[in-house]
């Protein structure tokens, strides 16, 4: 879709060319959302691919990924042996309802930007334990754990001018044992919960996504028995999203059925 009421598009090729915000600014990472419906309070749109960030960088103790980084570079990481979860980066690529066109060219920041209670890179930053480096408008940067990243449908916490640079995920996270589950009220509709589940020798975390307005993490210090799960997430979430792909009391329910089959999935020592 055309935007006519962009004036302007800049084209910063490194951090200092980034101009002071202004009411009508927005990033543009891959497009997919902001082309695809009217933005009559756009006037000019900050293209962050001249940045050329570098999409993927593995260290020692973390996958760096760049805001920029798109689906399909993601999804074609080649992960070490031994970082069993990566086996989650396919199962969230794919729980985007887009085509594998839109998975070419929308980014892992631009997702969790938007901060759509179905964002699939938030359910994965989230399960990873990842951190959020956000650009301030100051020149310094500061750091947020994923999970406080979304505040709710289309909220983030970055303030005006911000910048989401790259999500650190820990190394440690990769080499847990995971479980993955995605409901939604179509066959092919957009995720109306997204769970994931992490074992990591007793403990147990459980990332609720997609049926909440935000993401919702609850940790357990032992393996949870079926009730003591039950009560907990009736407990930590605070509320059941609600719109068209579906109604707060059935992905209640979703909720609690995708959580106990990763129980019982993970339940094996
Ligand atoms: C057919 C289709 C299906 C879709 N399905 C889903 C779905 O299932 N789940 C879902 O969550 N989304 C879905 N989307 C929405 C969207 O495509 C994705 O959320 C995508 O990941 C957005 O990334 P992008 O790079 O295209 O972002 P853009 O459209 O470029 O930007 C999105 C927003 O984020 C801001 N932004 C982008 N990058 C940054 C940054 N680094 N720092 C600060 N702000 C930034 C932009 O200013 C803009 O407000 C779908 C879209 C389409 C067209």
């Given at each position: 879709m055309d935007l006519n009421t962009v004036e302007a598009v800049l084209r910063p090729?490194?951090?200092?060319?980034?101009?002071?915000s202004a009411s009508g600014d927005s990033f543009l990472a891959g497009g997919t959302w902001l082309f695809s419906?009217?933005?009559?309070?756009?006037?000019?749109l900050v293209d962050?691919?001249?940045?050329?960030?570098?999409?993927l960088r593995r260290t020692e103790t973390a996958l760096h990924v760049a805001a920029t980084c798109t689906f399909a570079e993601l999804e074609a990481f080649e992960a070490p042996?031994?970082?069993?979860?990566?086996e989650l980066i396919t199962s969230c690529c794919h729980a985007?309802?887009?085509?594998f066109k839109i998975r070419g060219v929308a980014t892992v920041g631009g997702n969790l930007c938007l901060?759509?209670?179905?964002?699939p890179m938030v359910a994965l930053a989230t399960a990873l334990d990842g951190t959020c480096v956000i650009w301030s408008t100051d020149g310094g940067d500061r750091l947020l754990d994923a999970v406080e990243?979304?505040?709710?449908?289309?909220?983030?916490?970055?303030?005006?001018?911000?910048?989401?640079r790259e999500i650190l995920l820990p190394a440690a996270a990769f080499r847990r044992r995971t479980a993955f589950r995605q409901g939604s009220?179509?066959?092919?509709?957009?995720?109306?919960a997204l769970l994931i589940g992490s074992r990591d020798g007793v403990g147990f975390t459980l990332t609720i996504t997609a049926a909440t307005p935000h993401p919702v993490r609850i940790v357990f210090d032992g393996f949870p028995e079926s009730a003591e799960l039950e009560a907990r997430i009736d407990v930590e979430v605070p509320a059941w999203y609600d719109d068209i792909h579906g109604a707060p009391d059935w992905r209640r329910n979703l909720t609690h059925l995708l959580a106990q089959e990763i129980r019982l999935e993970l339940s094996a020592p």
């Open positions: 090729r490194m951090r200092s060319e980034l101009p002071p419906e009217p933005q009559p309070a756009l006037r000019r962050l691919s001249a940045l050329r960030w570098e999409s042996v031994d970082w069993i979860a990566a985007l309802l887009g085509s901060g759509l209670a179905a964002g990243f979304v505040a709710g449908p289309g909220q983030t916490a970055l303030r005006p001018g911000e910048l989401l009220l179509t066959t092919y509709g957009r995720s109306a």
